[in-house]
């Protein structure tokens, strides 16, 4: 994919010079400011959220272990709640020189990130949480629940780097294939051997959508840099009929995004328009990303809990991973400077607005839908990584995503994560939810 050059643009669209740290509770402005980053062959831009103080917050918004499992047994645990534990023998399944699948922004390694401490720890969780340890993933074990089958990621670049990590781990038993039809979003990785396909569908919103001022169709992900200059048309009650059609073809879906919904967007519902997000439109109500990011999974789930276009299989909500900028943001100083997680014993800390919103509401709007699921037979799950990755500001490319004057536009970058790196567990987390333990 060629890089886009229109990030001189955006320097002008972002807004605010807030600062923020970790370890201190500034006031919190009213505006937030906003930054991206483009792709990278086949990454996908994001939206960060600049200048937003942390601050102290209970992250779950509802018990989640009472939400983890729709359509099936319960859940025994919340493998969400627990800390990261030093471990000095762990080693990454897979490296830059061992997969050809890492992406520039994501290659701390070969960018010479100073320390490879952060690859030193393992999430456990909570001892009297009933979950027991969370099992490294096995590759052997993954690829024999999964034959004859396919798993289809739905989502932005945070969901590229999830299917960039699960394929590099998995590579390191066979070789995938890999194809694409960029123009169409989607990406594909074929284990032949193991009868097992990967699939990426690159949306920055999971609805219909369209460029307001573009072609009548949604654009794919070759020009992410005029869907952040948007404004972009969201349709909040129509799934993205592209990656829905394709639904009935997997086995597995698995759903994301959120970032992208801070951006200038005209919202619909039936048709009409119902209000917009910075968009200067007279006598249109103004409505906030919130309100859109919520009625957008509000409709996805449960379009896949009603077995939409003949889906019967499992379907995984993972949670926003949150920012870790401290000290300004993209084009200001911000930067991402920690070694090591978190202290467990420390209180949390936790993301401001709109990110915790747009956790709530995929917590709140998934309890919602399961009912729905159990009707239907579609097996719906939760991957809550919120909590976890909300420890870990060391995992971040901070500014190793890119080599000396090579960083097309941005520098530092808080919101992507090395690979390998901590979103390495969430495949632990999905072989577990794909097996039946979660």
């Not at 460029?211 to 992410?224: C, F, I, K, N, Y």
Request: charged share 20%; hydrophobic share 40%.
């Amino acid at each position: 994919m060629k890089t886009l050059t229109v990030i001189q643009s955006i320097r002008g669209l972002l807004i605010g010079d807030h600062r923020r740290s970790r370890h201190a509770v500034p006031k919190i402005k009213s505006v937030p400011a906003l930054a991206a980053v483009l792709c990278f062959a086949g990454a996908t831009l994001s939206v960060l959220f600049l200048g937003r103080p942390f601050q102290w917050w209970s992250p779950s918004p509802t018990p989640i272990s009472s939400s983890l499992s729709a359509g099936g047994a319960g859940a025994a645990c919340d493998p969400t709640l627990g800390r990261w534990v030093r471990d000095p023998t762990a080693r990454p399944h897979y490296t830059n020189a061992t997969c050809a699948f890492i992406e520039g922004y994501q290659n701390c390694l070969k960018h010479g990130k100073p320390s490879v401490e952060f690859l030193r720890w393992r999430w456990q969780p909570e001892p009297d949480g009933g979950c027991g340890e969370l099992e490294r993933f096995d590759a052997a074990r993954f690829f024999r629940l999964v034959r004859g089958r396919s798993i289809l990621f739905v989502g932005d670049s945070l969901a590229s780097s999830h299917v960039r990590s699960l394929v590099c781990t998995l590579s390191q038993v066979e070789s995938p294939s890999r194809s694409s039809r960029s123009a169409e979003g989607f990406e594909y990785w074929r284990f032949p051997a193991h009868a097992f396909t990967v699939a990426f569908f690159w949306t920055p919103f999971q609805v219909r959508w369209r460029l307001t001022r573009g072609p009548p169709e949604a654009v794919g992900p070759d020009r992410q840099g005029e869907v952040f200059a948007g404004p972009s048309d969201l349709h909040l009650d129509e799934p993205d009929g592209r990656w829905t059609a394709a639904a009935k073809d997997h086995d597995y879906v698995v759903v994301s995004a959120s970032h992208w919904f801070a951006r200038p967007a005209v919202y619909y519902s039936g048709g009409q328009v119902v209000g917009c997000h910075r968009c200067d439109m007279a006598n249109v109500t103004a409505l906030t990303p919130q309100y859109a990011q919520r009625a957008a999974f509000r409709t996805v789930l449960w379009a896949l809990a009603g077995g939409m276009e003949g889906f019967k299989g499992t379907a995984v909500l993972r949670t926003v991973a949150p920012t870790h900028y401290e000290n300004g943001g993209w084009f200001d100083g911000g930067e991402c400077t920690a070694t090591r997680p978190a202290d467990p014993e420390d209180p949390p800390l936790e993301m401001a607005e709109p990110e915790r919103d747009f956790y709530a509401a995929q917590v709140e709007e998934f309890a919602a839908a399961a009912e729905d699921a159990r009707r239907n037979g579609v097996r719906l799950r939760v991957m809550d990584v919120t909590k976890m990755m909300l420890r870990r500001p060391d995992g971040h490319p901070d500014r190793y995503g890119h080599g000396p004057g090579d960083h097309e536009g941005f520098d530092i970058d808080c919101l992507h994560w090395c690979l390998p790196g901590p979103i390495d567990v969430w495949n632990e987390l999905l072989l577990q939810i794909l097996a039946g333990r979660y």
